[in-house]
Nanobody
Framework: QVQLVESGGGLVQAGNSLRLSCAAS????????MGWFRQAPGKDREFVAS????????YYADSVKGRFTISRDNAKNTVYLQMNSLKLEDTAVYYC????????????????WGQGTQVTVSS
C-alpha cells in the first residue's frame, strides 16, 4: 500500500505561481510512474501531467503545456508540480497518483491516489 499526501495548494491570483508537492510513503517510490490530475466542480477528473519512474520522460495536457512542470526527487520520495502563469480555469482540486506499470494519461491506469489539494485562482 502506498500513501500519497499532497501539499502546496491555496489561493493565488491569476498570472502567479504555485508549487504542489506529493510525498509518498513507500521505499519503492522510484519504481512508480507518477501523475497529477485535477477535478473542477461539476467536471470530470482530468489528466494534467505525468512522469516516468526515472524522471526521464514526461507528458502534459495541452492546456498546461508550457506553463506547468512536473518533476520528482526519488531520494525524497516526492513528486512536484510547478504551476506558472496560472489561469482562472486552473482552479480545481489537484490529485497525485502512482502507477506501478507506467506513467500514462488515464486515471484508471493509476493504482494509488492522494486526498487532493485545492488550488483556487482568482482574478
Amino acid at each position: 500500500q502506498v500513501q500519497l499526501v499532497e501539499s502546496g495548494g491555496g489561493l493565488v491570483q491569476a498570472g502567479n505561481s504555485l508549487r504542489l508537492s506529493c510525498a509518498a510513503s513507500t521505499r519503492t517510490f522510484s519504481s512508480y510512474g507518477m501523475g497529477w490530475f485535477r477535478q473542477a466542480p461539476g467536471k470530470d477528473r482530468e489528466f494534467v501531467a505525468s512522469i516516468r519512474w526515472s524522471g526521464g520522460r514526461t507528458y502534459y495536457a495541452d492546456s498546461v503545456k508550457g506553463r506547468f512542470t512536473i518533476s520528482r526527487d526519488n531520494a525524497k520520495n516526492t513528486v512536484y508540480l510547478q504551476m506558472n502563469s496560472l489561469k482562472l480555469e486552473d482552479t480545481a482540486v489537484y490529485y497525485c497518483a502512482a502507477d506501478r506499470a507506467g506513467w500514462g494519461q488515464m486515471a484508471y491506469e493509476y493504482d494509488y491516489w492522494g486526498q487532493g489539494t485545492q488550488v483556487t485562482v482568482s482574478s
